[in-house]
């Protein structure tokens, strides 16, 4: 029955009633179980902490990453109707939607630029994370997710980079499964697997594509349900605070309807509106047909893969490739174990000292790297001066004890020079690291041509 006029529902109206029990009527307790009794919705608690809706604090980048995986699976699956992946037919249908298929070459690019964005928005999401020091009790275990969270994104973009079958994926992807061969004892097995032969083909292709659709997707998803869910269990997100206010326990609460699902949404639609108009402006890059006997030069890596392929020129490639990026990971999974003061949550860089250090760390890592990168280039030559030692001990041990007792002896005298805390030693060092990775990449994609030369960009001829 209606319950205003008591007259009998419509049919219309008894379909929309076993859908929705609960009318909308905008007030308090209508919200409230409204955010309870939606799938979505009920992502969040029912009510959230005023302060937490600063936009300031957190960007919306969890939310803009969540946003990329709807559009990824959506243009995916588009994507998916035209697409055989073979290697005879793989390029042909990447050209068919850009001549024969209605849209076909803006979902491409909608796909594409999404999915390269996704990598930078996570990256950026783990930085806020760690920068307001939202990873500690009890949000360790969450920000481990994050880490492998942030891995399966880049290997969801790595996997589809190939798909497209031209040259620039062909080489791309040669370079970057070439690392997997210096994986110690089960490098080689490893890469045969992943190919699934000893070189890319056919079978790779199938590989690849068979983990792009579907493994890392099915993965991600559980991954993101464990995430939230933790986000929900560990208390939400921490309070942000300003560089002198005192430890905040309780904030005044508000609705999530329609405090946070309102600025969401329109938050979403403006990236969706940016991103739908530089996927209709820049088309996503589609070289000639791959040509296993004509490489370019030089064959580059996914521009997210260039800092480690730049590594490999400055160290033994089992140090450059694999020992120094693990020693990263594992780093970056045991910072909320060695950084446990609870007094700086929610503060940008920890205290105003933190953020005279971030900057001074910044400087000193891009400076150094850039120097080291020019010297090793001119004059630097480890393998001279250790003449008879194996390469991996002349090219590969030395430098790498170099680069730790380096590390160490920056946190030592960030801590007595600057009388730095422990936290704020170790944000020291992580910003130091991660300055000195990016411009890493940063020279690999601009600064490196013909023969992984290193010249500047104007000087570097297009080869492909």
Known sequence: MNPSNNS???????????????????????RLRLVMNNLVLHLHPSQVPARTLR????????????????????????????????????????LALSTRIW??????????????????????????????GAFRAPREFNWLVGIALLLLTVMA??????LPWDQLAYWAIT???????????????????????????????????????????MAMLALMSLHFWRVRKDGGLSLPRGVDEPPVSKDENVLTVADLVRPEAVWAMVALATLVVWAALVNAPLEALANPDASPNPAKAAWYFMGIQELLLHFHPLVGAIIIPTLGLLGL???PYMDSDMNSVGIYFR??????????????????????????????DFAGWFY?????????????ILLILGIIGYYEFVRRAFRATKCEGVLSVFVLVLAGFIVLTLVGVFFRGAGMQLMFPWEITPTH
């Open 8 to 30: 009998p529902l419509s049919i219309w109206q008894r379909v929309w009633r076993s859908a929705v029990r609960e009318p909308f009527t905008g007030d308090r307790r209508s």
């Open 55 to 94: 936009f300031t604090y957190s960007f919306g980048l969890g939310g803009l990453a969540g946003l990329l995986v709807v559009i990824l699976a959506a243009t995916g699956m588009l994507l998916e109707t035209a697409y055989t992946p073979s290697p005879d037919k793989a390029y042909t249908s990447i």
């Open 103 to 132: 849209f076909g070459q803006f979902i491409r690019n909608l796909h594409h630029w999404s999915g390269n964005l996704m990598i930078i928005v996570v990256a950026l999401h783990l930085l806020r994370v760690f920068f307001t």
């Open 157 to 162: 973009n790595f996997t589809g980079y190939l």
């Open 175 to 217: 370079v970057g499964s070439s690392i997997i061969v210096y994986v110690p004892f089960i490098g080689n097995g490893l890469s045969n697997v992943l190919l699934g032969g000893p070189e890319i083909g056919a079978a790779t292709l199938l590989n690849f594509y068979a983990l792009h659709i579907s493994i890392i997707p």
């Open 333 to 335: 999974g045991a910072l």
């Open 351 to 380: 205290s105003r000292r933190g953020r005279w250090l971030a900057l001074f760390s910044a400087a000193t890592g891009v400076l150094l790297t850039a120097l080291y990168i020019v010297l090793d280039e001119y004059v630097i």
């Open 388 to 400: 008879g030692l194996p390469a991996l001990v002349s090219n590969g041990i030395l430098p790498l």
